[in-house]
């Protein structure tokens, strides 16, 4: 296990010699980012920025961006590129963003990369791009994605298959009801894999030909997939 992994085990500040910068958590629906992303706000205090979680909370405000947003969201197709930088944009202006931040599910399209390049090229004092991809494989992913439920409290996600809540549809921490994403169906699932390997697999490419690029199995217990990406983020990190 890798210091900063030990440390996580013993609630302890990673040992990153650096600031945590960028890091950009790829990956197909289901994989884990949100689950991995939270992992790393534990340990870095960098805030996650999920444009998932941002365009749901426009969705239930009834913004304008939400009503744009909702059935597109809902056939498990891909908001347009122009809408969701706009929206990143504006996230990234927020004092906590300083020290780093996680994009979890940005950016999914080439041209939603090449907007944050060329912002965070204007970024003199920015650090570069860290991005982890995480894989798991497709039948897996069905399984996670349907057995998904969250809680409408606190956020935190369960899987009725994998990570069952303690009492049936109740969160453990909150005891509220839990709630299963409109998407998380399995109709909707294909249409958001389709998005993926059409609009989504060129990102990882071109973070992979860009370099400070890892790839993690994310098929194992939460913590180890954890270990490996923070040990991946350090190694990128400090790459001169
Ligand atoms: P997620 O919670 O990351 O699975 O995102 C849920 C849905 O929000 C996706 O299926 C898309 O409809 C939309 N979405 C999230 N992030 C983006 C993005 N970067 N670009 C376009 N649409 C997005």
């Known amino acids: 296990m890798s210091s900063s992994a030990t440390a996580i ?35 870095w205090g960098i805030p996650q920025i999920s444009t998932g979680d941002l365009l749901r909370t426009n969705v239930s405000l009834g913004t304008t961006l939400g009503k744009l947003a909702k059935e597109i969201m809902q056939r498990g197709e891909l908001v347009p590129d122009s ?55 497709y039948n897996q992913l069905l399984r996670r994605i349907t057995g998904r439920r969250n809680c409408p409290v606190c956020g935190t996600i369960y899987n009725v298959y994998v990570k069952p809540s303690k009492i049936d549809g109740r969160c453990d921490v909150e005891g509220a009801t839990l709630v299963q994403r409109a998407d998380d169906t399995e109709k909707v699932f294909v249409e958001r894999m389709r998005a993926y390997e059409a609009m989504t697999a060129p990102v990882v490419e071109h973070y992979r030909t860009l370099g400070r690029f890892a790839e993690v199995d994310g098929d194992r217990p939460i913590a180890e997939v954890a270990a490996g990406i923070i040990a991946a983020v350090e190694r990128l990190r400090a790459i001169a």
Not at 30 to 41: I, N, R, S, Y
Not at 95 to 119: E, H, K, M, S, V
């Open 83 to 137: 809408l969701v930088n706009e929206m990143v944009a504006v996230r990234l202006q927020q004092p906590d963003t300083a020290n780093g931040y996680i994009l979890d599910g940005f950016p999914r399209t080439l041209p939603q990369a090449g907007w944050l390049d060329g912002r965070l090229a204007t970024q003199t004092q920015a650090l570069p791009v860290v991005a982890v991809s995480i894989r798991v494989d």
């Open 9 to 43: 085990a013993n609630g302890r500040d990673s040992g990153m010699k650096t600031l945590p910068g960028p890091i950009l958590l790829l990956g197909a629906p289901g994989v884990g980012k949100g689950t991995q992303a939270k992992e790393l706000v534990k340990l």
